[in-house]
């Protein structure tokens, strides 16, 4: 005799009945695409990540933005807080791109056609993209802007002094 499955304590919850709607709904009987591997969900989201590579601008500039910073941050020799600060903002700027494109192509194929809101859509979701952007800037500017000048110094005098 197999004995009866006692429900855990987030069963036993009471929860409000649009919450309960949500727990209840399993995604695989709604996807056409669902993974059981982890080794296939990294597959798809490396096929992802070249996918915008490949067909997005503005991620092949941030790429190289990206490798920059590393080179720069590795010649100023930063601190693991200063590291830190730029990993996090540098992945936040990457996530922005990534989910303005998620954003776009979702609404191009619910709205073939242009919609004031669907335009909307688009438009917020670039927005958020330039404002993490916006802030990288800002930020990278504060964390490698005193050390770079402090190490280029002596190249500017230099430089100047030589100029008619």
């Not at 069963?11 to 056409?32: E, Q």
């Amino acid at each position: 005799m197999i004995p009866e499955k006692r429900p855990g304590w987030f069963s036993r919850l009471s929860f409000h009945p649009d919450v309960k709607a949500t727990l209840s709904t399993n995604p695989d009987g709604y996807s056409p695409i669902t993974s059981k591997s982890r080794i296939a969900s990294f597959r798809y989201a490396l096929a992802g990540w070249l996918f915008m590579l490949r067909y997005q601008k503005n991620v092949r500039i941030q790429a190289a933005a990206s490798i920059l910073v590393f080179a720069v941050g590795l010649w100023l020799t930063l601190t693991p807080v200063e590291w830190a600060i730029l990993i996090l903002i540098i992945t936040i700027n990457w996530m922005t791109e990534f989910l303005n494109a998620a954003v776009e192509a979702v609404v191009n194929l619910a709205s073939p056609t242009i919609h004031p809101m669907a335009r909307v859509a688009k438009d917020v979701a670039a927005a958020a993209t330039l404002l993490a952007a916006v802030a990288a800037a800002i930020i990278g500017g504060l964390i490698l802007g005193p050390p770079l000048l402090e190490r280029l110094a002596p190249l500017i005098a230099r430089a100047l002094r030589l100029a008619p």
